[in-house]
């Protein structure tokens, strides 16, 4: 595993990150804002008062708040997980998402976000200056 991009070193302590706590963060980044599994790592991590946590787990726990919203918007219901606004490192959409990187392109588009090409992928252009705090 690569410990540099979760932000630690081997030997570093590293959290297991909780789904609640990756769901809490999610549901905090207002319309206008985004936010990367990096920052969700390091927040959860500062809280936790270690070096990093586990990048793997926190997109699969993003993964799995993702296709429980979407479950819950197609029986009418709003979980409040906008995880649109969560970008993989370097501001990519995340194209595993439900409905892919096209919807998320829509979504934050709709949200006045601009979308463009990078490589043979998408990502929201300057999404640094974006970041919830």
Known sequence: ???TKMGAEVGDEVVIVYSSEVVEITKKVPEGRLITIVEICKKIAEK???KACCFLITGIFIMLAAKAAEEAARQGKNLGISYWR???ADGFLNEKYPGGAETRKEHLEKEGFKVI???SKDAVQNYQDFLTP
């Open 1 to 3: 595993m690569q410990f």
């Open 48 to 50: 936790h008062k270690v």
């Open 86 to 88: 969560t970008l993989k």
């Open 117 to 119: 090409r990078k490589g």
